[in-house]
T-cell receptor, first 109, second 116 residues
Framework: KNEVEQSPQNLTAQEGEFITINCSYS?????LHWLQQHPGGGIVSLFM???GKKKHGRLIATINIQEKHSSLHITASHPRDSAVYIC???????????FGAGTILRVKS | DTGVSQDPRHKITKRGQNVTFRCDPI?????LYWYRQTLGQGPEFLTY????????KSRLLSDRFSAERPKGSFSTLEIQRTEQGDSAMYLC??????????????FGSGTRLTVV
């Protein structure tokens, strides 16, 4: 069964802290996606990766194919990073996304 | 191109009424996906199209739900005889899949349906 597990469910951090959100999946994937959702619903795609590591500003995403595990890191966190972060996977090229339950991140100033 | 557009943003309807939502994808994207998200949960897949062909439907998509993409551009999702359990955010996404690869997904802002 294609499954995506994400942890933690909730995360509260102080401004400036280094944040890690973890994602694991059950079987081989074609791509792993990290998404951000703000209150009000809109989803923004942060990263799509199938191997290695990607970086965009203060955000870093890594994936370990052998361990079926991915992490999203936020360096020097800021209150504006507060959002729901969702890990999702495609199990074949172009097919539907299977989503994790999301991590609610709150960064306090 | 202004991204993926969904209309309306919010819809309140009485139980038993029919509702229709529209999604306009990024024009060059050949795939279009519908997802449903209830409060506190991650989105769940409903259906997707490649051009005008509906390639997969979830078992979540009961016979009260129908989706179309008649010309391979915009898509509509209709819910007949709405029930309170249909209250959710309905998300549309589009992507470009080609021999060159998978270029990722772009999401719309969603349509929030409340059935009263």
């Amino acid at each position: 069964k294609n499954e995506v597990e994400q942890s933690p469910q909730n995360l509260t951090a102080q401004e400036g802290e280094f944040i890690t959100i973890n994602c694991s999946y059950s079987v081989g994937i074609s791509a792993l996606h990290w998404l951000q959702q703000h209150p009000g619903g809109g989803i923004v795609s942060l990263f799509m990766l199938s191997s290695g590591k990607k970086k965009h500003g203060r955000l870093i995403a890594t994936i370990n194919i052998q361990e079926k595990h991915s992490s999203l890191h936020i360096t020097a966190s800021h209150p504006r990073d507060s959002a729901v972060y969702i890990c999702a996977a495609t199990f074949a090229k172009g097919n539907k996304l299977v989503f994790g339950a999301g991590t609610i991140l709150r960064v306090k100033s | 191109d202004t991204g993926v557009s969904q209309d309306p943003r919010h819809k309140i309807t009485k139980r038993g009424q029919n509702v229709t939502f529209r999604c306009d994808p990024i024009s060059e994207h050949n795939r279009l996906y519908w997802y449903r998200q209830t409060l506190g949960q991650g989105p769940e897949f409903l259906t997707y199209f490649q051009n005008e062909a509906q390639l997969e439907k979830s078992r979540l998509l009961s016979d009260r739900f129908s989706a179309e993409r008649p010309k391979g551009s915009f898509s509509t999702l209709e819910i007949q005889r709405t029930e309170q359990g249909d209250s959710a955010m309905y998300l549309c996404a589009s992507s470009l899949i080609s021999r060159g690869g998978d270029y990722g997904y772009t999401f719309g802002s969603g349509t929030r349906l409340t059935v009263v």
